[in-house]
């Protein structure tokens, strides 16, 4: 339910919540702090009434607004001998009733007490009251809560408007904020919406926190998807081109035979060409295939284990030197690379093929710990290629279908090498490198 809200009605709903919060659980802890403070503070005046009584011989009176009445007790003649209480004894027998009287029977009875101080209620009135042992008599001052309860509430007053403009102005504060985080989510927003609806926008994230990261990355996955889009449009172009020229071929030849018109003379040689054919679609729609099929078990494979990859090297230089008749130097340590051991057949394989396409007369192959170098001494690789060598139907001068270094590539990734191509003084390198984790 909270989670549906927008950001600024969230925040609000948190403001109200922390003004609700302050008055039920801050205000009591503020009120029972406060009263205790004021108690302090009575007792305190208290008992520096009795101080001056006692030292100064002086006994307050009581017409003044915060008025002390004081009281002198002598236990000897049960008796009240002193009292600036205003009206008859009456007044004085009810205060000793039902204020202090017991209290007063305690520290006279006790030898451990000296001083009590308390409060109690007389008339529907609270009364703070010391009672100290003063030699051999007792004096009692009392004094009205009337003078406390008005600061307790000033006091109470002033922090709850203390409070509230606090809190005021750290909800302006965070509204404020609030709205510079929204703005710039509804300039990314706006430009998610141009991209799902393909319309031209720009965003700039002037930002260095992580809203701005994310903008930015949406600008780089924007570029990104317009750079794969430009490429799986020609890769459809090419596609649809590469498969043209040898479906044209073999039903135009097809037709011909059909109609006992041999196109190279005589009927096995035009098969031958339709066979031809026939094997090229055959091999590109596989290589297609392949290389979808590489993308599915790159989001299916999660447990990645090592092989010995220098048994697979020889097996396959072995065979190919067999098939192609060419010469493979090898220098092979005994080392384990990370993935599926048929994959890493196919991209050496294909790496061998494009090699033997360009070389001149010799063809190396280096594996090293997490290092494998595949080499051939034909000519260089221009400068400008290098950088799109794997990319789907990017194809050299003797390239066949611009699909087998982006087999290779794709292998390599799936298991956590980079490859790349460097040119050497004399010849080409491919190297497989594996990543730092």
């Known amino acids: 339910m909270f989670k549906s809200f927008s950001l600024l009605k969230q925040l609000l709903v948190v403001i109200l919540g922390l003004a609700i919060m302050l008055v039920a659980v801050v205000m009591p802890i503020v009120d029972s702090n406060v009263h205790d403070i004021i108690d302090d503070q009575m007792y305190e005046k208290l008992e520096t009434s009795q101080r001056d009584s006692v030292e100064y ?11 002390i009445y004081t009281i002198v007790y002598d236990p000897t003649e049960n008796a009240f001998t002193f009292s600036n209480l205003h009206g008859d004894a009456t007044t004085l027998t009810l205060l000793y009733n039902y204020l202090f009287g017991r209290d007063l029977e305690k520290i006279v009875n006790s030898r451990r007490h000296n001083t009590i101080e308390s409060k109690g209620t007389y008339a529907r009135e609270t009364y703070y009251y010391r009672i100290m042992k003063v030699d051999d008599e007792y004096l009692i001052s009392i004094m009205s809560n009337s003078y406390s309860d008005k600061l307790i509430t000033d006091i109470r007053n002033r922090i709850i408007y203390i409070l509230y403009a606090v809190l005021t102005i750290f909800a302006l504060v965070l509204v404020l904020w609030v709205i510079s985080l929204i703005r710039p989510l509804k300039k990314i927003k706006t430009y998610v919406d141009s991209i799902a609806n393909r319309e031209e926008a720009t965003l700039v994230m002037d930002r260095q926190d992580e809203i701005g990261v994310v903008g930015n990355a949406i600008v780089t996955m924007k570029d990104e998807l317009m750079k794969q889009e430009k490429v799986k449009e020609e890769m459809i172009h090419n596609i649809s081109h590469d498969l043209k020229t040898p479906i044209a071929l073999i039903k135009t030849y ?32 596989k290589s297609l295939l392949y290389l979808n099929r590489l993308d599915y078990l790159s989001a299916e494979e999660s447990e990645l284990k090592p092989f010995p990859i220098k048994d697979l090297i020889e097996h396959i230089v072995m065979q190919m030197e067999a098939m192609q008749h060419i010469h493979i130097e090898t220098d092979l340590d005994d080392v384990a690379f990370i993935g599926n051991e048929e994959h890493w057949r196919v991209a050496i394989e294909n790496i061998i093929d494009n090699a033997s396409r360009y070389m001149k007369s010799v063809i190396k192959i280096t594996l090293k710990e997490d290092t494998l170098i595949i080499y051939n001494d034909g000519d260089p690789i221009d400068e400008d290629k290098k950088e799109d060598l794997f990319n789907p139907y990017v194809k050299g001068i003797k390239g066949q279908f611009g699909l087998g270094l982006s087999i290779v590539s794709k292998i390599a990734d799936m298991y956590g090498y980079d490859i790349h191509a460097e040119n050497k003084d004399i010849g080409v390198a491919f190297i497989f490198t594996k990543r730092a984790s």
């Open 57 to 67: 011989d002086f006994m307050p009176s009581n017409n003044k607004e915060k008025a």
């Open 254 to 285: 097809g037709q011909s035979v059909k109609d006992d018109i041999y196109p190279y003379g005589d009927k096995d040689s035009s098969m031958d060409i339709i066979l031809e054919n026939a094997d090229r679609l055959e091999h590109k729609v």
